[in-house]
């Protein structure tokens, strides 16, 4: 069985960008878990019978109460030796036995992990800068003279050096240089990414490697408390502490807990009365059996294998309360870029306007883009390649054939004549483009391409007449890219020194990633709404906004209007989520409510937000929200069940005790079970087993849909409640069978 | 009219056409209530007389309590309520207007204390024996108002907390609540109740008991009282103390079919228009309709079901008898006494116009089982409803989970304190009544009252605490409750059965009052629909279920098995 709830993958990132370390899952952590091995239970062994100490058990009121009867069983059973009493004694301590038995197993999957991230902790050499802190800001500090330190002595604002092929000596961030660092040992990528000072990608991490350069380093967190000794405890649980919905469950189980031992202690003075007593044994055989052992034993297990699901998806959660608000979020903030576009525009069609055809327009804007490097550029020449073949036989409408030798720029494309003059894209023309030499039909060709107003300007400039008709189509053409979110590039030329004329529109575009609309749609079946955070304009943010689906947008933000936001929502008492990894972020991420900061970040973003994503996905905010909600429906999924068991428990167990004096309870034994001895222990195996079948679920975690609540909880009930109350029916009685076959019951 | 028609009608169909009468009139009423109690306890202004009261008593209606402040304010009042009523007991002798009746004892002065104020009236004495018309109209009917305003007052409260966002756990003021809900609600409705019966033949006067001597030379006892007056906030109100010892088995309380069926409106008026309140006042139509559902549901399976066990007789006696007769009025028959007896179980009355000890072992099981449910179907008048809201956070918490959600219920979050104060609550009442009947049926004194041996017996004392404890009233006869053991334990009972869950409530109140409105989504658990009624409907009984299952298979269960 392996461990695998998403519905749909993860938009992949942004192709042409390996320095983000985005994209694929990745094999290595991911490997395929089965949801109980026994090599798993083995290593738990141990784990399960040092949590049997009461000491420890006394935090789980519920499996508590069952220690302490299986304790009397116990006693009982060895002051009055007998079948009956031996076996529900076993049985008992099977029972809390199955519990610690969970929690444990359930742990064991982080150890694994953390003893890998403990190897990362070998103690370093660092090289500290001195007297870094008295450094004006300009200078380099590369050349300061340094004293080698261990690691662990590093405070906080120490500067460090480190060269190429080693170890950083903690985490921090890049204040000078440039280098390439091998992070696999915390996020097992294996491609190198690129760590420099200033902007979003000057985090380091203690632990990973610099492979080329030198980089000054200032160190932002303490020995003994970094990122690879969080993720150490996080995946461990040894910090685990209760969530508060788990303690909120928690009083509702202990009080049911209570309930019933005021129930099963109140039923013996009811038994004397009815001239019937009760043998301690049986009363604690029913207490144990009433009380809601099945959610009680698996539900710390639950909790853990919910961190250790996000553990699996590259996800480190510095705080249950956040897996668990996870599940709450109502709002979603992603940023456009790099999210839910691919993050680059791109040219997506060429629109001439009349007098020209699309072929023509096409040449020129392929022409005017195969010496320019920016994505725009490489798009257009991608563009062309892709839709008009023709052109790259060399026909070149209204000129010479170029010289097919000539073909450096592009692959498979016709490259630029020999002559060609690059024309950059300068400030002040706003416009690129290309000069080609004069051939035989006619003089020097210009072809412009850049904004409306700019190229317009040009076309005027060259004594050109834009017609009012011309003006208007092109007009015209222009707002209809910019309305549909695109961005228009207008394309001219100019042939000797006749007026330029205008060719026509090609489209740039933010390209939305696949399968975002069905995310989308999923996270509205959940009841989330999804804003979109994006510096563009108003039109154009809108009409990314409709193509990809997204419920709202936020457009021409800054970061203030970002958190502006994150406090409106919250200030009506929404939940809001958002992932983030700027330095101008961190607010935000701090205020939201779950803010995921990617790895690949700023250190203020990561120290800011309440998770981070090593693989710097943004999309696994989705991800994050469908953990969240799996864990609140496994534990109310088993706490229904757990609680719908004891109708068949009653039914079991009240006829075996009563019989004797009321035989008219005959009737009320449905199951037709045995003996009043097989009829006690059967339930009570069958309380113990229970437990002992659902553990593979409760890791697991139920399975989740995206679905209406009124959807979710139909099914749910539907499984867990009237499945919860006939299978132990069933169960007892099959017990049962084998139960009666027992000698001396 | 009625009495014709159950005449002319066979039993079944005039049970039927009784309970459609009563289910019109219920809805057709409820809903103009409903909203003209909303606007009761939301309006700013205030009565002339009401402002006159406040003056006196020197409070400041418009001063917006917290919740502790106004908890304090209701224990003071009731406290000083148990006081009064004790005194005006144990003085009786030295006061006017006595009938030349004596006191009472201590013990039965404060079991009867307590009784009034908490809404249980459960009645140890015989009324016409032991209570003169001071003691009956200056403290029983003087607490049958303000006991079930107070009811009121911490429904509406908790209904507060739900409609509130953002305050500092003000839940609005006790005196006001107390007040308007006395003058504006419970006053006029009493006045029309009281005039209504008085014409169809209930007593209304200040005479004296009188012994007369008959034509045939016997001695007849004619009881004089201000009966009506008082039997009008008895049953509107969801008391219970009937002005007689035979309660509304009495010809003088309740002469014919028709007053029967005035008095199971009275009683099931106000408790079933809360919901709309609740309604209204979240906002939410759909949301009372919803608890208005899970109510009705419940008290009419507890109906279908008592009427059924009645009407079928089964058991050894009714099936030598002919039909189920027992301990029950000619003049109602088994379906009028049926509806009766789960009403008044249902709500938290306690009144009764038959012999609920002499009922069926599956009928006497129902109405115990009514008790047991906490009254909330539709339960006393306040009671009920913060009873029933109780419970909707219990399902709302488990049925949220299974949404993926931290459970809200209503816009808020239920977390660790609310959860807190609904446990505890859950715990209290079955804690009490447990406890209660397994002390009584092992100690001496206990077991002395008990007349019935075997499982009869147990239902009598389990019956008896339920009662006391769920601030019923009513009582299985066979039981001699009028012990020093059973008046201080049951006194015991009704105090902490009353105020526990009340100061449980209004602390829920606060904190809800406190938290933010979170704005509901597609991913909220819709609590209107009728998959969350039938979902509250189950916890309903399945937390009563498995609490009460090992004593009811003791009790009724083996009784009906028989």
Redesign the interface.
Known sequence: MTIDIRNAPAGSAAPGSPTTGAGEPRAARRTTQRALTWAQVRSALPGALRKLDPRVLYTSPVMFVVEVGAVVTTVLAVVEPGVFAGWIAVWLWATVFFATLAESVAESRGKAQASTLRATQRQTTARRVVGAKDMPAAGSRMDLPTVEVPSSTLRVGDVVVVAAGETLPGDGDVIEGVASVDESAVTGESAPVIRESGGDRSAVTGGTVVLSDRIVVRITAPAGSTFVDRMIALVEGSERQRT??E???N??L??LT???L?????????????GSRQSLLVLVALLVC?IPTTIGALLSAIGIAGMDRLVQRNVLAMSGRAV??A??V?VLLLDKTGTITYGNRRATEVLPVAGTTSRELAVAARLASLADETPEGRSIVDLVDAHHPSVECGVFVGSEPADPTNTQHSTGGVGLPDGAELVVFSAVTRMSGVDLPASATGGVRRIRKGAGSAVELWVRGTGAQVSAADGGQLAALVDAVAGEGGTPLVVAEQVGEAPARVLGVVRLKDVVKEGMRERFDQL??????SVMVTGDNQVTARAIAAEAGVDDVLAEATPEDKLDLIRREQ????LVAMAGDGTNDAPALAQSDVGVAMNTGTSAAKEAGNMVDLDSDPTKLIEIVEI???L??T???L??FS??N??AK?FAI?PAM?IPV?P??D??NVMRLASPGSAILSAVIFNALIILALIPLSLRGVR?RPA???A???R??LI??LGGLVAPFLGIKLIDLLVSLLPGL | MIGVLTAVLSPVVAAVAQILVLLVLLAAVHLPLGAYLARTYTSPNHLRVERLWYRAVRVDPDAEQRWTTYLMSLLGFSLVSVLFLYGLERLQAHLPWNLGLTGFDPAGAWNSAVSFTTNTNWQWYSGEAAAGHLLQMAGFAVQNFVSASVGMAVAIALVRGFARSGTDARIGNFWSDLTRGVVRVLLPLAAVAAVVLMASGVIQNLDPHTALRTVEGASQHVLGGPVASQEAIKDLGTNGGGFFNANSAHPLENPTPFTNLVEIFLLLLIPFSLPRTFGLMVGDRRQGWAILGVMAGLWAASLALTTWAEMAGPGAAPQAAGAAMEGKETRFGLAASALFAVSTTATSTGSVNSMHDSFTAPGGGMLLFNMLLGEVAPGGVGAGLYGMLVLAVVAVFVAGLMVGRTPEYLGKKIGRPEMTVVALYVLTVPALVLVGTAVSVVVEPGLAGVQDPGPHGLSEVLYAFASAANNNGSAFAGLTSGTPFYEVAQGLAMLAGRFIPIALVLALAGRLASQTTVPATSGTLPTHRPLFAGLLAAVTIVVVGLTFIPVLSLGPVVESLS
Do not use: C, H, W
Request: no cysteine.
């Open positions: 508060p919905n303690v909120a469950l009083i509702l202990t009080s209570i309930v019933f005021l129930a099963v202690a109140t039923l013996q003075p009811f038994a004397v009365y009815s009433l668990e608000a599940g709450d109502d509205r079946a959940m009841g989330i709404r200030e009506g008492g929404r969240g909600k799996q609140l429906i534990r109310g999924a706490t229904t609680v719908a004891d109708i009653y009240l009563f009321f008219q309870l009737v009320l989740y209406s609540a009124s979710l909880l139909r749910n009930l867990y409640g």
